[in-house]
T-cell receptor
Framework: GENVEQHPSTLSVQEGDSAVIKCTYS??????FPWYKQELGKGPQLIID?????GEKKDQRIAVTLNKTAKHFSLHITETQPEDSAVYFC?????????FGPGTSLSVIP | ETGVTQSPTHLIKTRGQQVTLRCSSQ?????VSWYQQALGQGPQFIFQ???????GRGNFPPRFSGLQFPNYSSELNVNALELDDSALYLC??????????????FGPGTRLTVL
């Protein structure tokens, strides 16, 4: 069945450094790729998304890249801050279904 | 905040019981999706409702059922609870009919523990 893999599972960076999280998906028909941030005790919050007709999207310190041929996409966070510490989930979707990755726990060390 | 609320926050049930979880979507959002999130894992899609009709379902058995009401509230019902049903249950609302592939706004979740 459809599968989304996500790496690394945990990531620690110094404040101000960049963080990169990578995901691969199995269903080549997927056309929607959101990224969610989940803080402790809260539901996931959409931080950025990209659709398959776009290769890259940027929103301030956050950027996402998509390689449809290789079926992988990545989240880049620049100038990390302590408030970026959370669990990040990638997902791949088509029509009415989205499959989430297992998550990456990001810690930003002040 | 997303404007999506869920109740209760926490719930403890015993195996075999039935449970109802509630969600209040953003006003104007016609689709509500429900997810199960086991500890340390990503959310898994249970089903979605669009204008009070189920129009998409993940790999969950029929004992997981739902309702959506005209006032943008919805319910997730689980019958014959099993220990593996222990998880965080999330609802998400969205404007269009696609649900998960539209921009979704998640609630804070209900933590269900089955003993």
């Amino acid at each position: 069945g459809e599968n989304v893999e996500q790496h690394p599972s945990t990531l620690s960076v110094q404040e101000g450094d960049s963080a990169v999280i990578k995901c691969t998906y199995s269903d080549s028909a997927s056309n929607y790729f959101p990224w969610y941030k989940q803080e402790l005790g809260k539901g996931p919050q959409l931080i950025i998304d990209i659709r398959s007709n776009v290769g890259e999207k940027k929103d301030q310190r956050i950027a996402v890249t998509l390689n449809k041929t290789a079926k992988h996409f990545s989240l880049h966070i620049t100038e990390t801050q302590p408030e970026d510490s959370a669990v990040y989930f990638c997902a791949a979707g088509l029509y009415d279904k989205v499959i989430f990755g297992p998550g990456t726990s990001l810690s930003v060390i002040p | 905040e997303t404007g999506v609320t869920q109740s209760p926050t926490h719930l403890i049930k015993t195996r075999g019981q039935q449970v109802t979880l509630r969600c209040s979507s953003q006003s104007g959002h016609n689709t509500v999706s429900w997810y199960q999130q086991a500890l340390g894992q990503g959310p898994q899609f249970i089903f979605q409702y669009y204008r009070e009709e189920e129009n998409g379902r993940g790999n969950f058995p029929p004992r997981f059922s739902g309702l959506q009401f005209p006032n943008y509230s919805s319910e997730l019902n689980v019958n014959a609870l099993e220990l593996d049903d222990s998880a965080l249950y999330l609802c998400a609302s969205s404007l269009g009919a696609q649900g998960p592939t539209d921009t979704q706004y998640f609630g804070p979740g209900t933590r269900l523990t089955v003993l």
